[in-house]
Structure formats: structure tokens, C-alpha cells
């Protein structure tokens, strides 16, 4: 498993990546240098901070959706829903997988996304907004790898980031991988999860989903035997 081609990243991958990492940045750019020229400072960084909240509540309501509808075959979602329900089984794999391996899907969708309104639009408020939440949406599966990490190898300034609160933290998170898995669905700083799930928002939605359509979210049954979470026993294997 630790040599598995499947977790090192290639190079369209990377090439995602980069290009994602490039549009962000260039939105970031246009904030700074129109906010400087026009000296209007407050509502970028109002709007930034807008962007970094509605980035952790959208990661939130994404990671519900697909932990809870769908499978393999649904048009679009499919591999995503096949990919979090394998992360469930084997949540240790996230922290195996090589940069690019891990968010060239994000990338791709934040590069077609961001791409037109940094050649379109030159307001420094929306700037602020789409470099800070695309942003944020983009590098999410980095911080979720990070959660799943245990301090010790993780970098000082991740560590304190972590325990800042500004980024999702492996005691935060943890609480999502046990089943039944319906609880903690935010992974860019966590700070929503509180409040969702002491005021069952996401349990809200799923009856109204169910009385309006009859669809029953996974969350509801006992989990399933192909998808409960498997001990990862390769740190053992390779130190025996």
C-alpha cells in the first residue's frame, strides 16, 4: 500500500494543480493591487473572511451530500461518492496519497471556475471573495489529509494552525470516522460542525428529503460491512 501507483501523483495532476494554484493566485493578486490603487481595504478583507467561512460550510454540505447519496453510478458524483465511502473503510489512505494525487479533482473545478472571472471582473471585493474561497475549497483535501495526520508529522506551522482553530484539527475531525458518519462534515476549519450539529441542520434536510422523495440517507442504516473502517496494520508490516 505505501508504494501503491494510485497514491503518487502524475503529471496531469500536477498540471491541475498548478493551474488551479495559478487562478487563485492571480484573483488574489487583482484584490491587492485594485484594493492598493483605490485604497479600499476593509471590504476585500471583509470579503476574504466571508469567502474562508462559506468555503468550510460549503465543504460541510458537499461532504454530507456525498457520504449520504448516491453510488458508484451516479452521473458526475459517482467516483466521488465511491472515493468517500473508500476513505471511510480505509481513512488512513488520505495521508499516503502524494500532494497532486490528492487535489488535482478540486483544482480542475476551481481552474474552469476561477478562470473566467479573473478575465472578466476587476473588483477587489470579489476577488477577495473567490481567491479566499476557491482557495480554501481547493487546498479542503489537504487539510482533511492533515486531520487524519498525527501531530508529530505534521510541520510546526500546520500544528498551530490546527490548534488556532484555523484549520480543521484530527481531534475536530475525528468524530466523523465512526460510524454511523453523520456528524463533523466541515474540513477546512471546522468551525461550522458545532453549530450544525447541535441544531441537527443536516438531519433537518435529510427528512425533507425523505418525505419529499422517499430517498433514505446512508446515515440512517448500519453501516456497511464494505465500507466500515479497516485497521491500518502497514506501519506494523513495515516495522516487523
Not at 467561512?53 to 451530500?65: E, F, K
Not at 510546526?156 to 490546527?162: C, F, G, K, R, S
Not at 441537527?200 to 456497511?224: C, D, H, N, Q, T
Amino acid at each position: 500500500m505505501l508504494k501503491d501507483p494510485i497514491l503518487k501523483s502524475k503529471w496531469y495532476h500536477r498540471a491541475w494543480v498548478a493551474s488551479g494554484c495559478t487562478t487563485v493566485l492571480v484573483s488574489l493578486a487583482k484584490s491587492v493591487t485594485v484594493a492598493a490603487d483605490s485604497g479600499i481595504w476593509l471590504q476585500p478583507i471583509l470579503a476574504g473572511l466571508v469567502g474562508y467561512m462559506l468555503a468550510d460550510l460549503g465543504s460541510g454540505i458537499y461532504h454530507w451530500g456525498i457520504d449520504n447519496y448516491g453510488d458508484e453510478n451516479t452521473p458526475v458524483f459517482g467516483s466521488q461518492i465511491e472515493a468517500f465511502q473508500g476513505h471511510h473503510k480505509w481513512p488512513w489512505i488520505i495521508t499516503r496519497r502524494q500532494f497532486a494525487n490528492n487535489l488535482h479533482t478540486l483544482a480542475r473545478a476551481v481552474s474552469f471556475t476561477v478562470l473566467p472571472i479573473d478575465l472578466i471582473f476587476n473588483d477587489p471585493v470579489l476577488h477577495g471573495f473567490v481567491g479566499v474561497c476557491l482557495g480554501c475549497i481547493m487546498f479542503s483535501q489537504q487539510f482533511h489529509a492533515w486531520a487524519h495526520s498525527t501531530k508529530s508529522k505534521l510541520h510546526p506551522l500546520v500544528v498551530a494552525l490546527q490548534d488556532a482553530g484555523v484549520l480543521v484539527s484530527r481531534s475536530i475531525h475525528g468524530a466523523h470516522n465512526r460510524p454511523l458518519y453523520d456528524s463533523n462534515y466541515c474540513i477546512v476549519s471546522g468551525v461550522w460542525n458545532e453549530l450544525l450539529d447541535t441544531y441537527k441542520v443536516f438531519e433537518a434536510l435529510e427528512m425533507i428529503l425523505f418525505y419529499k422523495l422517499g430517498v433514505r440517507p446512508r446515515s440512517w442504516s448500519e453501516p456497511s460491512p464494505s465500507w466500515t473502517e479497516e485497521t491500518d496494520t502497514s506501519s506494523l508490516i513495515a516495522e516487523s
